[in-house]
């Protein structure tokens, strides 16, 4: 039996909920949400759905921004969230750059770990097993496999270069954008 509480979705932040800029996104004005993102975040919150945000952002470490520039732009994207009828339950970053070897930068799997412990509350080696989780790149979808979610690919952002380049975890599932990932989420569950 599914309650709501095990009802997750774990999405990735840049180039899946906001727009990806390849010199970072470094302030509350440049975090500028993709057309028809929030209202998918609120969709989902409709039906049930808890939102787990995994997001890299290693702009901390490079010193592009501070985190309270990180914290100024998650509140802005409650504030949008809001009237639609949405939140986001939680957001678990990474702060490093791939050179500091750390757990938690994706495709690692230590922020799905934090996620797992903090919503399912299991040991097993497979705690996310069929979770969605949403990204534009393949190192957010590894990051969730290890752990038993089910790989969504969105074709935003760095999404449809993702696509091109290939070697898709099995199973992956592909979507125009964060809404079409809802859509189809949804209309599986009715």
Request: net charge neutral; proline share 5%; with cysteine.
């Amino acid at each position: 039996m599914s309650s709501s509480s095990n009802k997750l979705v774990i999405l990735d932040r840049d180039g899946v909920i906001n727009e990806d800029r390849d010199d970072y996104v470094k302030s509350c004005a440049e975090w500028v949400p993709l057309p028809g993102s929030l209202e998918a975040i609120a969709l989902l919150n409709q039906a049930g759905y808890q939102i787990a945000i995994a997001t890299n952002q290693s702009g901390l470490a490079r010193g592009y921004f501070s985190i309270n520039d990180l914290h100024a732009m998650h509140s802005k994207m409650e504030k949008l969230l809001k009237p639609l009828g949405g939140h986001v339950d939680s957001i678990f970053f990474c702060p490093h750059v791939d050179a500091s070897g750390c757990d938690c930068r994706k495709p690692q799997p230590g922020l799905m770990k934090e996620i797992a412990l903090r919503y399912k509350k299991n040991d097993s080696t497979t705690p996310l097993l069929g979770v969605p989780i949403v990204g534009d790149s393949l190192r957010d979808l590894q990051a969730g496999i290890v752990l038993g979610a089910t790989p969504h690919l969105v074709l935003t952002g760095k999404g449809k270069q993702t696509l091109v380049k290939g070697n898709l975890p099995e199973g992956t599932h592909i979507h125009k954008d964060l809404m079409a990932f809802a859509n189809a989420l949804l209309k599986d569950k009715v």
